[in-house]
């Protein structure tokens, strides 16, 4: 049976309010204006499902989102952007989860989370047959799903693997959250795990970020992606150990980037490409949606991405053992 999606997305899907960048946050009592508020869809999984959509894949969506105007306005957005929403399923108990995101300029960004409906999710929503007409499978946000286990989360993958079908996982960490009792056990499943430095510093212990990613292989993870915002990416797999730099761009927004980088990435997998210009891909997507606000707005198209990534080389190096 051949695969009717490029990539089966799972995970957390989340509504957004994002301010444009202010000069500082107000005091107790205090008010500060800022020129725009923006809604719009976030969680890993839902940006992950629009941006590889842009980029011309076809993408399924697998959530949990409450029977609230968030939630209807959500699926009415994924099914604008061609998101296939055939397996987004609706709580009768729940919100939907929602963040504000406030931007600080010269600041990294705050976030204020409402885990809602997500906190239901369990992927058990996902049959064997929905993750075999898949060619990848995603599995965004593990961490802030309480009701994804890392034996679901396992079940998952094992289905994948069993049909050839790649497995990428990310996660989001809560604060003063234990994780390697419920990630260590899912990374020998996962082909390829992305991460941003701050969190594979809480997950390893490690503050250099190759050595972040030489433990995620030692944990399991097949290939560790270990993005670093302005300083680049540094990818490890039995193929390649490399370190990519970044393009220079104006930041605006910096919600989604990670997100757009694995779009990005798992486009030129998908597309046949070899690590090297599927990281260059990754990057190309992550600089395109800081320029604007929100997780998915502001992000390259196929051709745009390409004709980007053509015109504008990029510094990939490889990096030696340690």
Not at 140 to 169: C, D, K, N
Not at 210 to 231: I, M, P, S, W
């Amino acid at each position: 049976m051949s695969a009717s999606l490029d990539c089966l997305c799972a995970g957390i899907i989340v509504a957004d309010m994002v301010c444009q960048p202010i000069a500082k946050l107000p005091p107790a009592g205090g008010l500060t204006k800022t020129d725009r508020i923006e809604f719009s869809i976030g969680g890993c999984s839902a940006n992950m499902a629009v941006d590889m959509v842009r980029l011309g894949l076809t993408v399924g969506l697998s959530g949990r989102v409450g029977q609230d105007l968030f939630g209807r306005e959500i699926r009415d957005r994924l099914n604008v952007s061609n998101v296939d929403t055939g397996r987004l399923e609706f709580s009768p108990t729940s919100p939907t989860s929602s963040t504000f995101v406030l931007n600080v300029r010269g600041e990294d960004r705050r976030f204020i989370h409402c885990v809602g409906a997500n906190a239901e999710y369990d992927g058990q929503e996902l049959t064997e047959e929905a993750i075999r007409q898949a060619k990848s499978l995603f599995v965004g946000g593990f961490g802030l799903m309480e009701s994804l286990t890392a034996e679901r989360a396992i079940r998952l993958f094992q289905i994948a693997r069993q049909t050839g079908v790649a497995t990428a996982l990310n996660v989001v960490l809560p604060e003063n959250t234990e994780t390697m009792e419920w990630l260590t056990p899912v990374l020998p499943w996962t082909d390829f795990f992305f991460c941003n430095n701050d969190e594979a510093g809480r997950i390893t212990g490690q503050s250099d970020p190759v050595r972040q990613a030489e433990e995620l292989r030692n944990f399991g993870a097949k290939t560790a992606v270990v993005t670093q915002g302005d300083r680049g990416v540094v990818l490890i797999s039995p193929e390649a150990r490399l370190r990519a730099g970044v393009y220079s761009v104006q930041p605006v927004d910096g919600t989604g980037t990670g997100d757009a980088f694995a779009s990005g990435f798992l486009f030129g997998l998908l597309r046949g490409e070899g690590l090297r210009q599927s990281l260059t891909f990754g990057t190309a997507m992550g600089a395109s949606c800081v320029r604007s606000m929100g997780a998915t707005t502001g992000v390259f198209n196929a051709t745009e991405l390409i004709d980007f990534v053509r015109n504008h080389p990029l510094s990939i190096e490889s990096i030696g053992n340690s």
